[in-house]
């Protein structure tokens, strides 16, 4: 109060009788005497304030009004550095030693920052007694991704980030502390300045957990301007998550964005472009040609067919013509390009303070161009193709925020964002119509341009060389069909904000209310023409409307006690209502009359879809915060949400945390020790059922799968049917729980240069919502029930150190590492222990993707996959094939000395494949994450950094390979047998080269150092056609191709320039600064296919690769002027 | 203000003061009890909770649609490769045509026959039409009912029935194949009854897909239905050859298709033909079985040009499990079996086939070579019908003995190209031999002396994972109740 009575003093003083002006000049330093740029400096009780410059110094005008008492206080403060005040006497100004210089002490750990821990609370970083992570804005805006998810890989420990491929607008698969959820997502629950926003990713088809076989679709987390964040913090476990209840149990990140500040209004104005292309060649085979059995087929889909005599071939013959081979993938492919413009300003009075942003970010992916591919044929013949780009991303942002102080105790703020965001993708992952399918598995000499037959302008691929009709008779798509003629859009126009009223009521009590919204309308275009291999060629248009809503309203009432009673007791009581509604209409066209006009009209066979959804939450909470001593500091709080999806029987439930934190170096500290706290908390956070669990009625679909890509509808012979739901209600359905204990400890040590937080977990996910079986004879198929816990334990270490803090030289380092350990502890009653005694068919399991499932005692989604007769798991087989002779149980052969997994080889050299999926003993879930992060400046001005993300453990199936081994494209078919190697009158005959090409023994094509073990283990056999095709493709064994993901990826070097104020007299000087950077340069790893990042599911889980999409490097430039 | 009021005092005054504010949240904290019920939260939007919405006529459209799934989806597509007639070329389908089936693809149609659209659709259709009066629909419910579980019967042996989708049994217990077909033969001759009282309001004929509500036509359908189940049980006891006769006197005796129990298809995206979107979607994985493609090339018969795509005989090439080329034609879905095809499920050919195939076993072996003949000059007739002008097919004169039974069986295997009933035939006769045009065995391992033909489907994996009354060790060569030799 008497900082504002000073302000208005000072109003007065300055209105009625003048004000002199004093000048106080000075300098920020850290102790080692390094001018730390942009330091705040400011009057403590009041706004105003300046930055420091490129010198470190600072420049003040206040006028003399402002001292009381003849003494002012300047506070100067940098992130890293703890902050000082220091007093100024008007006397030593007037005498003319008005230099006030700040020297600052280290503080890597940030130990004095004070963050927001939810439900709008701020608490000081060191008195905290759960983890929460706060990523810097910088590690934001400076990122050339679209997608904040992907902006954060490698920043959070525990965070575990997976961007889908490097095609435009990807989104990515993320989760905090492993997963303890089946039929739920992993992701987040995100809170952006108080209200909860929406991060679905919707797939085409409206499924909302993207699925293979479907263009990708962007996530709304790509919505955000990255320039609009001033930071975010990562909840990460139930204890810090637990104030936001049924939401939480995947953790919770809460976005604070920037606002603006009094004084000079500051303006940034930023370019990006960068580029990027294809990280690596997929390894297929060129020496062996288009047919089956060794011989050329036209128009057949093997590579099976004739040896060819290309250059590297051993069997080269220069003296007979050269066969042309071609390089699909590289030629498909070029430089993508990115570019970003954003405008922002933030300024503002005493009263009021703004802030506005505009954006514009772009991106085109690596695929060619049509105007390239124009250039690699002889002519296009006029064709108009359906698109030129074939993947590309836009998405331009408005962003305004205000604050306007309405009386001296009642604040109020509005911010409202609006992003139009228009996404053109390629369809991806394993389909028919999917692009890598065809570019993988088209023959190496089969030339795939020109894509239109040049006499009939028909869809043109290696499976239908002389298409003699429109619909053509494809087994796949031609890519660069795929990549000029399909188009799937996505165009959304979204509306995000809220109202806060903030109310100090008096010193002790406040209230603040917050009235959130969020609205999208997401349209669809997925676009197929006639000639498409999907559906015979008919043509396939799909529209789609998705309105997506969302409301909070938020109040909570402070009370700090201290102030009351002097008891050092902070409570936060609350309440909130939410509300969220989704709408879905779709409308399906099929067979296209005109061809190349693609209006819903233009299709004679139509049906539609609709689908709507609303959810209420309404909850109340109290939350409280007690100092001890000043060096105890215990949080406390509950919840209790109702939620309208869980069942009227158990509608409301409770969710409790407890933390507590002892600054120990309080009481005991060494001198290498200049903080200490040891934390522990428990926590319980939730996830609802899904909408609609305990409805269970009539339905009738307009389509519905009857297996295997085939559909029938209820809108049948004029009349329209309806059927029972094939999933039981349930009326007893509660929310997913995560009952979480964490231990910790944050270590400042050697005067705060160095810092280390450690951090121990065990997490235990139970009444875990999945589908369960039902038995099918009872007529019900599923039940959506509460039934299964999981186990999640790690620990998650953070190291900072301020290697060098010198004038000219400053390295910062910080290495990061999170294990995690997962199992599924039970699962409809079955524990871990019990299932290892009963019958394989009676332990419960849930296939969650196409190879991962879910089951007691074991990792959460390890593959469980078709192999080979292996050892260890107890298989008895028919090991001769012959119906009179008893299965052999392997295991128990005396004679074989085994491990597990290993192959049992019979007599003819080969494997047996065995009838049942096995678990296989391999999951996609990493042992331990982290990166490694240095910085190094030089001088005031140049700043160089290095980001190495590391991902180690965890597995990747990759089924691509299964495919292409059947196919005969892939590189590893390049050592085959072919008939002509061993028949001397063939051009490359060559006895002991050739006639040795493509023979050995199967332990010669065994992955993973498993031995091959049976009464053929030494049998030669020739790697034929066919063992390929029945020993080693899409039905036979895929452990042998379940690969380690583990990777250490090069996730960005960068080299930033500061020049300084331009003093060209043009656009009144402004600050500029450049920063050149590299993501993704180098990735080492052992995978075999495109990247073990890249993923099949999207935002679902990872693992899985199946005719996937590459990954890029890219590389940027920055440009940055700020007034 | 500090020091005029204690703290308490202070709380209560200013919580008046402020009373405007509180009453901000008030409006919100007052709804509450409403806020978790309401439109949209009550019910899910998307769904008719109510069955009395839903009428029984309804249902049964949701039912045949289901129906049509199961009769002709993945159930069909394994006995066709059993029977050689199509073959696996990739990917599980190569499994199965190799005999080596899993168990989890008999999940989503084994389901379905019992959950929605199945069995326990047709409960409520039938006790809501009962309870309305509406005999004639109640009547084509059962009969959906029996061709449902008489097939299912048929593929496994022993299933759930008699305690299947009833609420009173939460772990249904399997009835032996017996008790479920003369179980069925019960349900058969209530649907012929309630067929006959008919019923007084018009039953639209749009709802039935089969016969548009033709009373006539259903009863006769339902004497074949009956015939073919005591035909399956021939083997087992000889005199159910004069009770199959019998019955089928009474079947479908229009030979020009009109009274044949066929699933509807049509161009509309919702009711193309099962057959036609499985080829269309998932290109090679199945084609022409040799054995069907040796036996219609060897007899000259048009149909090898009408089932398979390919000008002329030699361009249509079949594949035998355990070939090594996968070379096989596709089913002409460019042609008769396009997205409009409805596969025939009871029908007049098989009516015929069945009266001389009794004759014969009951000693008139002249009755039943006129009746094969007379059948085939009718499916000819159909052929032609249908557009295909020139279609001949084999006529059989002098012969009797085995020569005559094998052709019997042979020709109704190449009528019944794609019925789940020839596997049937087969376990009973022994007809079609699995032998290709160059006298090979063509059943799977067959240059390993053999392991001969499923005889067979495995229970589906989610039926034995979590029913403990489900055999859980059943064999693809055990043998069935009705298929003791």
């Known amino acids: ?1123 | 203000m500090a020091s005029k009021y204690g703290s308490t005092i202070k709380l209560v005054i200013m919580l008046k003061r402020y009373k405007l504010l509180f009453f901000f949240n008030f409006i919100f904290l007052s709804s509450c009890d409403d806020f978790l019920s309401g439109p949209l939260l009550d019910q899910n939007p998307n769904e008719v909770d109510d069955v009395s919405v839903v009428s029984a006529e309804a249902l049964l459209v949701g039912s045949q649609v289901t129906i049509y799934g199961i009769m002709e989806g993945y159930l069909n597509r394994a006995v066709s490769m059993v029977m050689q007639q199509m073959s696996g070329l990739q990917t599980d389908y190569y499994r199965d045509y190799n005999c080596d089936p899993i168990d989890v693809n008999t999940n989503g149609r084994w389901t379905a026959m019992y959950g929605t659209g199945g069995l326990v659709d047709l409960n409520t259709t039938q006790e809501v039409a009962e309870s309305q009066e509406k005999y004639i629909l109640l009547g084509i419910s059962q009969m959906w009912e029996a061709l449902l579980f008489s097939t299912a019967a048929d593929l496994w042996g022993s299933i759930p029935y008699s305690q299947a989708a009833n609420p009173n049994f939460s772990v249904p217990k399997f009835d032996s194949q017996e008790q479920v077909h003369f179980a069925v033969l019960d349900l058969i001759d209530s649907a012929i009854l309630n067929f006959q009282k008919g019923q007084i309001f018009t039953l639209p004929s749009d709802y039935d897909f089969t016969f548009g509500a033709d009373v006539g036509k259903w009863i006769a359908a339902a004497h074949t239905l009956k015939s073919r189940i005591y035909l399956n049980w021939a083997e087992v006891d000889n005199s159910y050859y004069q009770l199959a006769l019998e019955e089928a006197q009474l079947g479908i005796l229009d030979p020009s298709g009109l009274g044949d129990w066929t699933s509807l298809h049509g161009s509309a995206i919702a009711e193309r033909s099962i057959w036609f979107q499985f080829i269309l979607s998932n290109s090679d994985y199945m084609g022409a079985g040799k054995l069907l493609v040796d036996m219609l090339e060897r007899d000259n018969d048009s149909r090898l040009n009408i089932y398979f795509l390919g000008n002329g005989p030699s361009e249509i090439f079949g594949v035998s499990p355990g070939d090594s080329v996968q070379n096989a034609s596709m089913l002409n879905i460019t042609g008769h079996y396009g997205m409009q095809w409805s596969p025939e499920f009871v029908t007049w050919y098989e009516n015929n086939f069945i009266i001389a195939e009794c004759h014969f076993k009951l000693g008139n072996e002249a009755i039943a070579l006129s009746t094969l003949n007379e059948t085939l000059d009718g499916i000819e007739q159909v052929w032609r019908g249908r557009g295909f002008a020139s279609a001949v097919i084999p006529r059989y004169e002098n012969i009797s003995g085995d020569t005559l039974i094998a052709a019997l069986m042979n020709e109704k295997y190449k009528a019944l190209f794609l019925n789940i009933q020839s596997w049937s035939d087969w376990r009973r006769t022994g007809y079609p031999k699995f032998i290709d045009s160059a006298n090979n065995s063509t059943e799977c391992g067959s240059t390993d002396n053999g392991l001969g033909v499923p005889r067979r489907l495995l229970y589906p994996e989610k039926e034995k994972s979590s029913n403990p009354k489900c055999p859980q060790n059943a064999g693809i060569y055990d043998r069935l109740e009705n298929d003791p030799f």
């Open chain 1, 1 to 1123: 109060m008497k900082y504002l009575l000073l302000l208005f003093n000072l109003f007065i003083h300055s209105y009625l009788f003048g004000v002199d002006l004093i000048t106080v000049n000075g300098k920020v330093l850290s102790e080692s005497g390094l001018e730390l740029i942009g330091s705040n400096v400011s009057v403590l009780g009041t706004s105003l304030g300046t930055a420091t410059d490129i010198n470190g110094t600072f420049r003040l005008e206040l006028p003399n009004t402002l001292f009381d008492n003849n003494t002012l206080f300047l506070k100067a403060s940098y992130i890293g550095y703890i902050s000082k005040v220091d007093t100024i006497k008007l006397k030593d100004i007037i005498k003319n030693t008005n230099q006030i210089n700040f020297n600052l002490k280290a503080d890597v750990m940030r130990l004095e920052s004070v963050i927001v821990t939810g439900i709008g609370v701020q608490q000081e970083t060191r008195k905290l007694g759960v983890s929460i992570e706060t990523v810097r804005k910088e590690k934001i805006e400076n990122s050339p991704e679209v997608s904040l998810v992907s902006a954060l890989r490698g920043n959070v420990s525990g965070l575990e980030v997976r961007k889908t491929s490097g095609d435009a607008g990807t989104n990515a698969f993320f989760r905090i502390r492993g997963t303890g959820t089946i039929s739920g997502g992993s992701q987040p629950l995100v809170i952006l300045d108080g209200s909860p926003i929406s991060t679905r990713t919707i797939d085409s088809g409206g499924r909302e957990t993207s699925e293979r076989g479907h263009p990708e679709s962007s996530s709304r987390m790509a919505d955000i301007n990255m320039d609009d964040i001033e930071s975010i913090q990562v909840l990460k476990g139930a204890a810090a998550s637990a104030i936001y209840g049924s939401r939480a149990s995947n953790g919770v990140i809460l976005i604070t964005t920037k606002s603006g500040t009094t004084g000079k209004t500051k303006i940034n104005y930023k370019m990006t472009y960068g580029i990027s292309g294809m990280n690596k060649i997929y390894p297929l085979q060129q020496r062996f040609g288009q047919g089956d059995g060794g011989d050329f087929v036209g128009g057949n889909s093997y590579s099976w067919g004739k040896v060819l005599n290309v250059k590297d071939a051993p069997w080269y013959d220069s003296n007979r013509e050269t066969n042309q081979v071609y390089n699909h993938v590289e030629d498909i492919t070029e430089i993508g390009n990115n570019y970003e413009q954003s405008i922002s300003a933030l300024g503002g009075n005493e009263k009021t303070t703004f802030y506005f942003s505009m954006s514009q970010s772009y991106e085109r992916a690596h695929w060619q161009t049509f105007n390239e591919y124009k250039k690699t044929v002889s002519t296009i013949f006029g064709h108009e193709p359906t698109r030129d780009v074939p993947s590309d991303f836009l998405r331009k942002t408005f962003r305004v925020k205000g604050s306007h102080l309405l009386t001296d105790k009642m604040t109020l703020t509005a911010s409202m964002s609006y992003a139009n965001v228009y996404g053109n993708q390629v369809i991806r992952a394993h389909s028919t119509d999917g692009l890598a399918k065809g570019l993988l598995s088209t023959p190496p000499d089969f030339n795939l341009r020109p894509y239109l037959d040049p006499s009939t302008q028909y869809h043109r691929s290696s499976t239908d060389p002389y298409p003699e009709s429109r619909d053509g008779d494809h087994k796949w798509n031609n890519p660069y069909w795929v990549l000029y003629e399909l188009s799937q859009t996505q165009s959304v126009e979204r509306a995000f904000g809220n109202i806060k009223l903030r109310y100090n009521i008096n010193s002790w009590l406040n209230l603040n209310y917050i009235l959130g919204t969020d609205f999208s309308l997401d349209q669809r275009n997925d676009i197929m023409p006639t000639g498409t291999y999907r559906s015979g060629g008919i043509g396939r248009y799909i529209h789609e409307d998705i309105l997506d809503q969302e409301w909070d309203s938020h109040f909570t009432l402070s009370m700090d006690l201290k102030k009351l009673y002097k008891l050092p007791l902070k409570l936060v009581a609350g309440h909130n209502l939410n509300s969220r509604s989704l709408k879905r209409f779709e409308t399906t066209g099929e067979q296209q009359v005109l061809p190349n006009y693609y209006q819903i009209e233009n299709y004679s066979s139509l049906s539609a879809d609709q689908y709507l959804s609303l959810v209420h939450l309404e909850s109340f909470f109290i939350q409280g915060s007690m100092d001890l001593l000043d060096q105890f500091y215990i949080t406390s709080a509950i919840r209790n949400d109702g939620s309208s999806t869980f069942g009227p029987a158990d509608r409301r439930h409770n969710f409790f945390k407890f933390s507590s934190a002892w600054e120990f170096s309080k009481s005991y500290a060494p001198s290498f020790l200049s903080f200490g706290k040891l934390r522990f908390a428990y926590g319980q956070a939730g996830e609802e059922p899904r909408v609609y669990a305990i409805f269970s009625g009539y339905t009738s679909p307009s389509l519905f799968s009857v297996g295997e890509k085939v559909s029938l509808g209820l809108n049948y012979n004029g009349v329209t049917g309806y059927r029972s739901d094939d999933e039981v209600s349930n009326l007893r359905i509660r929310p997913e729980r995560r009952d979480e204990y964490e231990f910790g400890t944050d270590l400042s040590l050697f005067d705060g240069s160095m810092g280390v937080s450690m951090t121990m977990y065990n997490a235990i996910s139970s009444d875990i919502i999945y589908d369960i079986d039902v038995i099918p004879s009872t007529g019900a198929d599923e039940m959506t029930a509460n039934g299964a816990s999981i186990q999640n334990k790690g620990l998650e270490v953070t190291f900072d150190y301020r290697v060098l803090d010198k004038q000219k030289l400053k390295w910062e380092s910080k290495f990061i590492y999170a294990s995690n350990k997962n199992t599924v502890l039970e699962m409809n009653g079955v524990t871990g222990n019990m299932a290892k005694t009963l019958d394989a068919n009676l332990i419960p399991s849930r296939g969650i993707a196409k190879f991962s499932e879910v089951s007691p005692g074991h990792e959460y989604a390890e593959f469980k996959v078709l192999t080979w007769a292996r050892f260890g798991h107890g298989l008895s087989i028919d090991h001769d094939l012959d119906i009179n002779t008893p299965n052999v149980g392997i295991d128990t052969i005396p004679e074989y000395n085994w491990g597990k997994n290993d192959v049992y080889i019979g007599k003819n050299g080969l494997p047996i494949m065995y009838s049942e999926k096995i678990w296989s003993g391999y999951a996609p879930n990493p042992d331990w994450t982290g990166s490694f992060f240095n910085e190094v400046s030089l001088g005031k001005k140049i700043k160089l950094s290095c980001l190495l993300d590391i991902s180690i453990g965890g597995h990747i199936a990759n089924y691509t390979k299964n495919s292409l081994y059947e196919w005969g494209t892939h590189g590893d078919t390049d050592k085959r047998y072919h008939p002509d190697f061993d028949n001397p009158d063939w051009f490359g005959y060559e006895d002991g080269v050739s006639t040795e090409w493509g023979k050995g023994t199967f332990q010669d094509l065994i992955n993973h150092g498993h031995k091959a073990i049976g009464p053929g283990q030494d049998t030669i056999i020739v790697y034929s056609q066919n063992m390929y095709e029945n020993f080693m493709g899409r039905n036979t064994d895929v452990i042998n191709n379940i690969e380690d993901a583990s990777y250490i990826k090069l996730r960005e070097i960068a080299l930033s320039y500061n020049l300084g104020k331009l003093k060209t007299g043009y656009l009144n000087n402004p600050n500029l600064s450049v920063r050149f950077s590299a993501q993704d340069l180098k990735t080492w790893t052992n995978y075999g296919g495109w990247d073990p990042e890249t993923n099949m599911y999207q935002d679902r889980i990872s693992g899985e690769d199946y005719f996937n999409q590459p990954q890029t490097w890219r590389a940027n430039m920055a440009l940055q002027l700020s007034w």
